[in-house]
């Protein structure tokens, strides 16, 4: 501070307006998601209670903007080339090779590559389809349909969460994996709801459920809830992508059951995938 003695008046300033804007900045994450994650300051963070209708939206602008922004998620298409490790059946087939397509205008086709033949799951502008392991892909419906749809409109987020016709509503947080996290349940009245498990580190979405209904003549359960978990994010052509997924069901009870561990091989911004290859038949 002696030195700041013999500057002029307006540079004495310089430095204290910096320690000023150090002690305001916040401070960095012990453990960032992704490089550059900030810590998101919506008061019901703070409080640590369901955020309002208001604070959704903020959050939802905020989680658009950290995974690569509104114009590019828009318009997004990708190839996705995952590993996938089920828990069920025996050592020779438990690993199927996933591979999806995406556009933003209602399309998705998912390969899973069994050793046992190929299963499909596909949307074509806004219809769903279904191949069993090994049989032809045909229309579906009910049950069947919703969790295909459920499927795309997972890989949309967050950038779907923009829509006019959708509906947020905060629930109370809950301590998962030892992050607080934060409920958002997403509506549209169309298609499956969604509920989004929001860690304000970042932001990033931690968690995505879904309740599904079953086929009541096959189970006792009428419905089924579909949990998918998001961990090592990555910023791929400007994307942010999880390297890691675990998908989770639960048929009422109180435990979790873990169906399949996934892992990311290769993720690619396409600028144009043709229409044909969704195409069903």
Known sequence: MLLLRHLPLASRWIPLSILFLMACAPPPLEDPPFPGAVRLGTDCFAERRAATPDECREIAAALVEAYGGQERLENLQFHWLLDAYYRR???MSNHATHELWIRPDDHYRLHVDFR???AQSLVHEGDTYLA???ESILPTRGASGQMVWWEYESLRLPVSLLADDVSLNGKQPEEIEGRWLYPIEVQDRQHPDLIL???PEGPVI???DGVLPLDVAQTFASSLIKRQTYDEFQRIEGVLVPGKMRIQT???SDAWETVTLVESVE????ESIPLELFDPV
Do not use: A, H, S, Y
């Not at 993720?267 to 396409?270: E, G, I």
């Open 267 to 270: 993720f690619r911004v396409v």
């Open 206 to 208: 931690r968690v995505v």
């Open 89 to 91: 059946g025996t050592m």
């Open 132 to 134: 069993l392991r090994g």
């Open 116 to 118: 046992g033949g190929l």
């Open 197 to 199: 498990w929001v860690d």
């Open 250 to 252: 639960n048929e009422g």
